[in-house]
């Protein structure tokens, strides 16, 4: 019998700059699994963000290119429309994505843009030393928000998939965590969907990731951990938002 | 191929198609929506890839994209839909992709006005983005050159690993001349699995290209931007490209014009020789690489007393005509920046202006 667990070999032997506890290491392997399972890695081009995973290319071992802040989608837009066989995710943050990248992230869904989107949400900058989000909690304690996010100055955290699935485009959405293994196969799987309704020339999708910053947070990575499931998930809830599926069943 | 009558915007849209260039994204801004209009329809004829984006800034980062994958890619703006594009610009530069950017520029600064304007000349020239970088600008004088430029545009691109941008203007964008594409100015894009992440199992190397710009080791940033310096002063050695008119006769004022400006001042040259009096003109047809050479030349002429820069912006280029001259000759400058583009008349009597009072042929010039 040989072994049953190996490094995926999308997956460099680089060895990480991540904190303790976060969890971007979890969904760098996911992508990885599924990009081996899918076969694709020679046609594959990844697209790092501006943030702390900038420096994602050094863990996979395909093309990569990195973007401005928040401008991967229209990268991924350039790559996919003038060459379509390929494979692009753009891999983006919530200071990335839901801020200074929200009209890209949008248009890019709403043209129906045949890539895919890892979002991982873990409600602060990260990179930049742990700022207010768009996504940071009501009252959570950020370097610009000293005294907790006050919502009525700031307003209330933005929900993407909720807000990207309002779109009548068809598309694939869907929000996971990944602070449990029952929850990371079930993100797995839905990495894997992405991917392959990409593959089929089907519609854009996204996946958000609610992730943990334990470093920014100011917890443990097993407080991190307890705090992902008592608040964030109540508010960002887990799901299936939008399937070209069931939009043909409709 | 004979000549046909085409509008300029339309005529940078078919040179790129006819360069071999089949990718283009824009958004539209006036004066130079025409080439989107264009491109909108003749692109899908040719399997080529159109798409209006949501904004200039978006649109920089379809062009990074596509550049970043290997393929011919290019867009075209106006004035202060350059300015969005000039974050994703420095990028490409940064990155060492090629790509052909086209500025039909029109009055500045903010919304300014939409009627032809040089006003961009720093922006183009200087830099426009963030960072250590140069873009090689060209400037059309007429549809034709336009169109030549464009078809151009792609290989030095690839060649230099660098952004171009082509720097028109409104009226070179607006009018309409006869144009032909020469079949030689055609290309193929080079290859470039050296570096571009078009798909690792195209690649003998199998090993991952990765197109980044961020570089965080102090000492290889540094050798990072000696790199592009050795590339822009290479471009200053071998691109350097500029029209001489005039330069034979005993000139007395030198012009330094560009683009539209530099027809008129063509016309009220040749006005002025019929009137006795001799103005010689350098037309930068490169702006950086910028003339210097050919300038100091024919300022250094002994008959020369002046000379002036000529622009549809307020001297922005006056700098580099000083730079040139390396203080041989006193630099003045003349232009508008409204819209309106000076008359061969108001340019003749500027230069009467300029150039000393003592000569016999201008004690009774006065054509008021």
């Not at chain 1, 989608?73 to 919530?94: E, H, S």
């Not at chain 1, 009252?139 to 307003?155: A, V, Y």
């Not at chain 2, 009096?277 to 910028?290: A, D, I, K, N, S």
């Not at chain 2, 108001?346 to 202006?353: D, G, P, R, T, V």
Request: aromatic share 8%.
């Amino acid at each position: 019998m040989g072994k049953e667990f190996t490094r995926p070999q999308a997956l460099s032997e680089q060895h990480t700059h991540y904190c303790p506890g976060c969890t971007h290491g979890i969904i760098h392997r996911l992508i990885a699994q599924v990009i081996d399972e899918l076969g694709v890695r020679g046609r594959t081009v990844g697209i790092a963000p501006v943030g702390c995973a900038v420096l994602a290319y050094n863990y996979f071992t395909f093309d990569f290119q990195e973007a401005a802040h928040g401008r991967a989608p229209a990268m991924a837009t350039g790559i996919k429309r003038v060459r379509p066989d390929l494979m692009v995710f753009t891999y983006q943050g919530d200071g990335d994505l839901a801020s200074i990248g929200m009209g890209e992230i949008v248009h890019a869904a709403n043209r129906g843009e045949k890539f895919t989107t890892i979002f991982v949400n873990n409600t602060v900058y990260g990179m930049t030393g742990g700022q207010m989000a768009p996504t940071t909690m009501p009252g959570q304690r950020t370097t610009t928000s000293p005294l907790g996010r006050n919502i009525d100055e700031i307003g209330m955290p933005l929900k993407v998939a909720e807000l990207l699935s309002t779109l009548e485009t068809p598309g694939y959405i869907e929000r996971v965590t990944v602070i449990k293994p029952s929850y990371i196969v079930r993100a797995k799987r839905a990495i894997k969907r992405a991917f392959t309704y990409q593959l089929q020339g089907r519609c854009f999708s996204l996946v958000e990731v609610v992730s943990t910053c334990p470093t920014n947070w100011g917890l443990t990575p097993m407080e991190a951990v307890n705090w992902t499931a008592d608040v964030l998930l109540p508010y960002y809830q887990l799901g299936e938002y939008k399937s070209p599926d069931t939009r043909e069943e409709g | 191929m004979g000549k046909v009558l085409m509008k300029g915007n339309e005529a940078i849209g078919e040179a790129a198609i006819r360069a071999g260039c089949l990718n283009y994204f824009a958004y539209p801004i006036t004066p130079q929506s025409e080439v989107a209009e264009y491109l909108s329809r003749r692109l899908p004829e040719v399997g080529g890839v159109f798409l209006q984006g949501e904004s200039e800034v978006a649109v920089s980062y379809m062009i990074f994209g596509a550049a970043a994958c290997g393929e011919r890619v290019f867009t075209t703006s106006s004035s202060p839909g350059i300015s969005l594009m000039s974050e994703g610009i420095s990028y490409i530069a940064a990155a060492q992709c090629p790509a052909v950017f086209v500025n039909i520029m029109r009055g500045g600064p903010g919304l300014g006005g939409i009627l032809p304007s040089q006003a961009d000349y720093f922006q183009a020239t200087k830099g426009g983005g963030h960072g250590d970088y140069r873009l090689l600008v060209m400037a059309p004088a007429g549809v034709q050159e336009a169109v030549e430029m464009v078809m151009r545009a792609f290989p030095l691109a690839e060649e230099y690993r660098n952004p171009v941008i082509i720097l028109g203007d409104g009226l070179i964008g607006q009018m309409m001349e006869p144009v032909e594409f020469p079949d030689h100015l055609s290309s193929k894009p080079s290859n470039k699995d050296e570096w571009a992440t078009n798909g690792m199992a195209t690649r003998k190397s199998g090993r991952p290209n990765i197109v980044r710009t961020l570089i965080l080791d102090p000492n290889t940033l540094n050798e990072h931007n000696l790199h592009l310096k050795e590339k822009y002063e290479r471009m200053k050695r071998d691109e350097v490209r500029y029209e001489p008119y005039n330069l034979e006769a005993d000139y007395r004022g030198l012009i330094v014009s560009y683009g539209t400006m530099s027809r008129v001042c063509r016309s009220a040259i040749d006005a002025l020789k019929e009137q006795g009096v001799e103005v010689g003109m350098v037309r930068p047809q490169t702006l950086f690489p910028f003339p210097e050479k050919a300038i100091e030349e024919a300022a250094s002429k002994e008959s020369c007393e002046v000379v002036v820069s000529i622009e549809m912006s307020m001297g922005q280029m006056v700098e580099d005509v000083e730079r040139s001259v390396r203080g041989r000759r006193p630099v003045e400058w003349y232009g508008t920046c409204g819209g309106d583009v000076p008359t061969p008349e108001e340019i003749m009597e500027a230069m009467k202006s300029f150039m000393s009072s003592e000569s016999p042929h201008l004690v009774h010039s006065s054509t008021g």
